[in-house]
């Protein structure tokens, strides 16, 4: 009895975790989204033993470096479908797809073993809203409002993987631990940083959100 006991006050105190943590970020997470995304770790943390899909183990760990931090990005979250370039093992991409379940995500990776996890996570959450593509972020043709990545490249890769539907005048949203000083300088001047901001993510270190468009793009709506 203690051992279940002490397993229920555990789930109990990471739902609760979780919950205040997207609060302070301003990401409206429901009970329900708290649960689903508990399962999301859970089954992440199974699949992670036998396939390295994370160098982040264990439940409590990946709440806080892995989903806590992919919500981080939520205030700035927009329109109607939202490409997660490079999404490994659907971070920030599922995340946000719980929190935001009126809006589509493209869960897009080239990694084989990673593409299946996602599939596996899609239908044991039973999440309608994501789609999974099994390419580089380079060959996706699809449809995009919004481009995130996270811990995908260096700024001025990202933003040349990307271009395609950037100069669309698609925004990205990078996301960046420490500030990127060195890569903001070095952003090829075919891209305009719109903006820069630094969020705590409870149970972490800070998080850097950089807003980038593709100067073409700006020219062509300011014309």
Known sequence: MSGE???????????????????????????????????YLRLLDKWNKRFNLSGVSGVSEMLDRHVLDSLSVAPWVSGETVV????GAGLPGIPLAVLFPGKHFVLVD?????????????????????????????EYRGPADLVVCRALDTLAQ????????????????????????????E????????FTERVHVPGASSRHVIGIRCEEAITAQCE
């Open 158 to 185: 990202c933003a040349v993987k990307t271009q395609h539907m950037l100069s669309r005048g698609v925004a990205l949203l990078a996301m960046k631990g420490r500030q990127p000083g060195r890569e903001l300088v």
């Open 5 to 39: 006991s002490g397993g229920a006050k555990g789930k109990a105190g990471q739902r609760a975790r979780l919950l205040q943590g997207a609060a302070a970020m301003n990401a409206p997470l429901t009970e329900d989204g708290a649960g689903t995304l508990l399962d």
């Open 110 to 138: 080239s990694n084989g073993k990673k593409t299946r996890f996602l599939f596996q996570a899609k239908l044991s959450l039973g999440l309608q809203n994501i789609s999974i593509e099994h390419c580089r972020i380079e």
């Open 84 to 87: 997660d370039a490079g999404s």
């Open 187 to 194: 952003l090829p001047s075919a891209f305009h940083v719109e």
